[in-house]
């Protein structure tokens, strides 16, 4: 019996012929309802072109088996360093695809050190990083990032179960958050797309697969519904004539998937974000080149074709976008009044929107007969793409973050839009960073999601200048704020800028760099700390000694540290903690118990020097408050006081519990593990049970 299975299984090896992917094999047998829900991995992709074959005019099936085809893949691989972290990216040629990993064939040995080295010195590795997503860093800690393995067997077609005739790109979309869309993906897609295509960019030869970080169940509705609705997400089928798939679906293609070209995530070298943040890294004036000048436009146009927009030549309406969520205005009404009057008196209509609440046909409407688009500093910003050329723009950035709207004036510049900026002030003068990787090079994270109000007088001011018929780039600043501090303290310290008690243990790892293992610490309850660094209480401009602690914070020689303020033995249940560990989102969760008034000591430490004198800050609360087991959510139920050395009171400020995500970035020496959706990575040595503190998802 054994034998005759094995002859019936060569048989249908043999048999098997390279052809294109099964993208008609389901077309008459999915439930649309079920959005692929119930089948098997090997049906995914046939289920998802089914799907969307029935809303689509696709072109007939072709398949790249014929094409003529070196033994040897051709790779390129390319990274780029931004905020908040690096995107590595690989174009291929020639590569194939197999349950999730690439296969670069490599025959001669001369891949990766060339023919003459082929010979000489050891082996080069088998393993390549080809692609890592920046926002996939950020949220995931990498784990999205796509490996290739190197192997000796050369590229042939006739071993291909699978072979594309189009370019694929395998994508790491990552949120539905339309600006990162716009920012992250469209713009070096299209750039990519336009270059392979010999200038052009041909729907009819591109395919794009998408990796999605959220439960599959919920993946298909949630994409697939936006791609092919009234939103913004249907720009993606501006790039490709064919069905959208998830990776998910790629991986599920069973036998070997041929691969003659292909993107793994997309090389950012050109896009406008980071070019300026290149300019910004060197201290060097921003200056737009007339070669990128023309690049942007083209993508503007090769968006506006596909959508048939064409804006006013008159634009004749004021829009003023209102925000929901988080980032509230809080003196919306006044604002908004004021823009009214003002249009009318300007012979122009006023129009105030939430952009939530209008189809993405409806937007473009608007956009296109917009002559003044106010909004504040967000994804609203980016639709600069739609306005008409005669636009200005009338920014409301957050406070203290009015020279971290960088990249929104950029993008309008590109267009050749002016942007007048107005910037509140915030409630001090301070400048603080959040203990997280890359931080000083935003804005503080206290003021990003915070509501605000903006200054009617300072409003006044800006809006006048954006109004003008000879309309000019132009930043209108409040009045100044006090200084965090009326008198004079230590800088850097540490500053606890917001806490949260839950129910629930702690999870850590404790061990050495060589050997990590996962525990839990016993703890009826924990508290969250969201913790920054006071660089200036006046907000006078960095001098030498902010810069020189600034780069050893991103040199990972400076590390936040906490313990249990009342210590018998001060080496015991330290925790110490480099910025790179975290990101904007993460947390420092100590375990803490029902009933317990607590004091926590936090200080700043240098790994050489030893502790930062006049650094620490103590943070105390009463953890009393409780309905049967649980906590009470309410985030004013804990009597909290904040001291700095010298026991003088310093500013508290809530968030309203913000979401907390994963931290990213975590330097390779550190212990790692995979873990659950809702626990940290990867930690430092922690000792000790009765401090679990961890940067926290």
């Known amino acids: ?26 077309e008459n047998r999915v439930d649309e309802s079920k959005w692929c829900l119930d089948v098997a991995p090997s049906d995914l992709w046939a289920c998802e072109a089914a799907i969307q074959r029935r809303l689509l005019n696709s072109p007939p099936l072709r398949h790249g088996c014929a094409f003529a085809a070196p033994s040897t893949t ?37 891949l990766f050190r060339g023919a003459t080295a082929a010979a000489r010195g050891p082996a080069p590795p088998r393993d390549r990083l080809l692609g890592a997503s920046k926002w996939g860093l950020f949220f995931h800690d990498g784990e999205d990032a796509s490996r290739g393995l190197v192997v000796d067997e050369p590229y042939a077609t006739a071993d291909c179960h699978v072979a594309f005739a189009e370019r694929v790109y395998v994508l790491n979309l990552l949120t539905t958050q339309v600006g990162h869309l716009l920012v992250d993906v469209l713009e070096p897609l299209f750039y990519d797309a336009e270059r392979s295509g010999g200038g052009v960019v041909d729907p009819a030869q591109t395919r794009i697969t998408i990796q999605v970080h959220v439960e599959r169940r919920s993946l298909h509705r949630r994409l697939m519904e936006a791609i092919y609705a009234d939103t913004p997400f249907a720009l993606l089928r501006l790039f490709t004539s064919h069905p959208i798939h998830t990776k998910d ?47 942007y436009q083209r993508f503007r146009s090769f968006l506006r074709d596909g959508l048939r927009h064409e804006p006013q030549r008159d634009p004749k309406t004021v829009v003023f976008v209102e925000r929901k969520g988080q980032r509230e205005l809080l003196n919306s009404d006044a604002l908004k009044n ?121 409003f006044v001011q800006g809006l006048n200048a954006a109004l003008a018929e000879d309309v000019a780039s132009a930043t209108f600043r409040a009045p100044p704020p006090p200084p965090l501090h009326p008198e004079e303290l230590v800088t850097p310290r540490v500053h606890v800028s917001d806490a949260r008690v839950e129910a629930g243990a702690v999870e850590v790892v404790v061990g050495d760099y060589g050997d990590a293992s996962v525990s839990d610490v016993e703890a009826p309850a924990r508290v969250r700390f969201v913790v920054e660094v006071v660089l200036s209480d006046t907000g006078a401009p960095p001098d030498d000694g902010e810069r020189a602690f600034l780069k050893n914070v ?19 249940d330290v925790a110490c903690f480099a910025a790179n560990l975290f ?8 375990g803490v118990v029902w009933g317990d008034r607590v004091v926590f000591r936090f200080w700043l430490r240098d790994v050489e020097t030893g502790d930062l004198p006049g650094s620490e800050t103590f943070f105390g609360l009463d953890v009393r408050s409780r309905r049967g087991n649980q906590p009470v959510r309410d985030p004013h139920c804990h009597a909290i006081e904040q001291t700095s050395r010298r026991w003088r009171r310093e500013s508290f400020f809530r968030t309203g519990g913000r979401a907390l995500r994963r931290p990213g970035g975590v330097d390779d020496h550190a212990p790692r593990r995979r873990a659950a959706p809702d626990v940290a990575a990867s930690l430092p040595p922690v000792f000790g049970a009765r401090l679990a503190a961890i940067p926290r998802r």
């Open 249 to 295: 679906a790629l991986d599920g293609l069973e036998g070997r998937v041929c691969l003659p070209s292909a993107a793994v995530e997309l090389d950012v070298t050109d896009s406008y974000y980071a070019r300026g943040h290149d300019a910004r890294e060197a201290g060097v004036p921003e200056t737009l080149d007339a070669s990128e000048v023309r690049r």
């Open 1 to 26: 019996m054994r034998l005759v299975l094995y002859s019936i299984a060569a048989i249908a090896a043999a048999e098997q012929k390279c052809g294109p992917p099964p993208d008609a094999a389901l």
């Open 583 to 590: 990101n904007e989102f993460s947390t420092i969760d100590a």
């Open 554 to 572: 991103e040199a990972g020689r400076v590390e936040l540290c906490l313990s249990p303020a009342a210590l018998s033995d001060p080496n015991t």
């Open 338 to 458: 004021t823009t009214a009057r003002a249009a009318g008196a300007a012979g122009l209509q006023f129009r105030a929107v939430a952009l939530e609440d209008l189809g993405f046909s409806a937007q473009l409407e608007l956009f296109g007969d917009c002559v003044l688009l106010v909004a504040q500093y967000g994804s609203a910003l980016h639709n600069v793409l739609f306005l008409p050329d005669e636009a200005a723009i009338l920014m409301l950035p957050m406070p203290k973050w009015c020279d971290e709207s960088w990249h929104f004036e950029r993008q309008a510049y590109l267009l050749g839009h002016a942007v007048v900026r107005v910037c509140a002030s915030g409630d001090d003068a301070g400048r603080r960073m959040r203990w997280a990787r890359r931080a000083a090079r935003q804005g503080p994270w206290h003021a990003k999601d915070a509501d605000f109000a903006v200054p009617v007088g300072t």
């Open 74 to 110: 051709a790779v390129t691989v390319g990274s780029r360093d931004t905020v908040p972290h690096a995107q590595t990216w690989a174009d291929l040629r020639w590569a194939s695809y197999d349950h999730g990993v690439f296969r670069l064939h490599d025959p001669s040995g001369a």
